[in-house]
Structures are given as structure tokens and as C-alpha cells.
């Protein structure tokens, strides 16, 4: 699969103004609510918000694939109309992260330079929308 393998659904559709950040923590309880460890765990990367709705929120970035965007189902949901519904991925590729624009509308930037396809490094600010994102990761214990 390519980086640039991904769907790039239209964001014609209506906006709620309420700001909802999902966060992940170590409860096995699938219904309960979730919230973010301070601990970010070896071999793990983190987005925290910095700057917009939300400061101080945080998303693990668990999966191989994580979707970032104002889509509610995103796992990185961030809720202003300035974020396209999928906005970007955050991708688990030969062992680093990689953030990749989904076609958004707005682009997205790392240090304050749009790219469409980058490896993240820990340390790295993310902008998606009028969002600021810290990324961070902790490299496995050996």
C-alpha cells in the first residue's frame, strides 16, 4: 500500500459548535468513559492539543491507523469547521510515525510547513485546522 492509498471523503456536511475530544486510557471496560494516562508507554506516540478548543487533551495513537479529523468516528476528533472530516491519518509505516493529509481543504502542517505526506519526530507540532498538536513518543525499552 502507498502513502498515498486513502479515501478522501467531501465535507459538505453541517457542524455542531460543541468540542468533544476522545482520549484513551487503560480501562478494559469498553463503556466507560476514557480518559488519557499522564504515562505515555514505550513504543507509544501521543498528540496532545496545544492551542484550540480543548487544550490539554490528549489521544493515544494505539492503532496502525489513526484517523484525525471532525468525522465523529475519528479517533482524533477535533470539532471546528476550519478541520476537514477526515482530515489526515497517522500512520504506523517501517517502524515510525507518519502523518498524511487526507485532501484536506485547509492542509496540514508540521513546524509550520504543509506537507502532504512526513515521519513524525518526537517534539514535532502538528496543525490541522485552527488545532496545534504536540506529538510525542517513547521509544521501546530494549
Known amino acids: 500500500m ?3 492509498d486513502h479515501a478522501r471523503p467531501s465535507d459538505d456536511a453541517a457542524v455542531d459548535a460543541t468540542v468533544i475530544h476522545r482520549v484513551i486510557d487503560e480501562r478494559a471496560d469498553d463503556h466507560a468513559p ?3 494516562s499522564s504515562e505515555v508507554r514505550p513504543g507509544s506516540g501521543v498528540l496532545a492539543i496545544t492551542r ?3 487544550p490539554g487533551g490528549q489521544f493515544l495513537l494505539a ?3 489513526v484517523a484525525a479529523g ?3 468516528d475519528s479517533v482524533v476528533f477535533l470539532d471546528d469547521v476550519t478541520v476537514s472530516r477526515h482530515h489526515a ?3 504506523w509505516l517501517d517502524d ?3 502523518i498524511i493529509d487526507a485532501g484536506s481543504l485547509n492542509g496540514t502542517y508540521v513546524n509550520g510547513t504543509q ?3 512526513l515521519p513524525l519526530t518526537s517534539g514535532d507540532e502538528i496543525q490541522i485546522g485552527k488545532f496545534r498538536l504536540s506529538f510525542t513518543c517513547r521509544a521501546q525499552d530494549r
Open 63 to 65: 492503532d496502525g491507523v
Open 89 to 91: 491519518d497517522i500512520r
Open 52 to 54: 484550540g478548543p480543548g
Open 70 to 72: 471532525r468525522h465523529p
Open 96 to 98: 515510525e510515525y507518519w
Open 34 to 36: 476514557r480518559r488519557q
Open 2 to 4: 502507498s502513502l498515498t
Open 115 to 117: 506537507v502532504q505526506s
